[in-house]
């Protein structure tokens, strides 16, 4: 194993005041053969007390200014982490879709050499919604044939990187498109990556992307293959929430 520094997990939330505690608690369980910083939460906009639970879990949260989207709240977060020192960085979903205890397995390829992206790939079993299932394949296969990138999950959200890779994949897209215009920004960039299994789990089989989104973002695709994705906006830091 090479030598690292802290691993921080970023989550971006946005109304997730529910669910988000248990995923910082079961996190704070999980052994890790590097130091964790202290996980960074993106209040995007939320409603709900959100930033207040995840203050009071321990969290390290900042505010955006209103909903800005998944994509910018991941940049503010990875902004935020990399400022913080950290060495390898996790993504991850607020809502308990992603298991805090996949993330070793995910990390080891960073961690061992191998990589310097790792990204989460789901079992397309019967617990994903048929829907996103096909949804998820048809965006996986443009990414191929557009790209040259085969991956099993264009659509996963559990990713980790480092800071050097993190350069190169900085994205932006505000919105559900961040996960595939990072494979995109991927397949340019050439940089060593991993793909490790992860279950597939669906507590509310009404959430993630739609159709709608996913015709927005196979045209995105299409739009990136001509001119190549924009460039990244500024990052908003956001606001450090108050204390509980």
């Known amino acids: 194993m090479r030598s690292f520094g802290p691993l921080a997990v970023v989550i971006p939330a946005h109304n997730e005041a529910g669910r988000l505690p248990a995923v910082l608690e079961r996190l704070a369980a999980v052994k890790f053969e590097v130091p964790l910083l202290a996980p960074t939460v993106v209040d995007d906009g939320s409603s709900d007390g959100t930033a207040e639970a995840a203050t009071r879990a321990g969290a390290a949260v900042v ?27 996790v993504v991850m979903d607020a809502d308990g879709q992603h298991r805090p205890e996949d993330i070793p397995a995910l990390v080891a390829p960073i961690l061992d050499g191998a990589a310097e992206v790792s990204l989460g790939a789901r079992d397309f079993t019967a617990e994903m919604p048929r829907l996103f299932r096909f949804g998820n394949r048809l965006l996986s296969g443009a990414v191929a044939v557009l790209y040259g990138l085969r991956v099993s999950d264009s659509q996963c959200g559990l990713r980790a990187f480092t800071p050097a890779a993190l350069e190169r994949l900085r994205w932006a897209s505000p919105g559900y498109a961040v996960e595939t215009e990072m494979l995109v920004r991927l397949a340019a960039a050439r940089i060593p990556w991993r793909e490790v299994r992860i279950p597939s789990l669906y507590l509310d089989r009404d959430k993630g992307t739609k159709p709608s989104d996913g015709l927005v973002i196979l045209g995105k695709l299409i739009a990136w293959r001509v001119a190549g994705p924009p460039a990244p906006p500024p990052v908003e830091i956001g606001r450090p929430a108050p204390s509980a």
Request: aromatic letters at 0%.
């Open 63 to 89: 505010r955006l200014s209103g909903n800005r989207g998944k994509g910018a709240a991941l940049l503010a977060g990875v902004s935020a982490a990399l400022q913080n020192g950290a060495a390898v960085i």
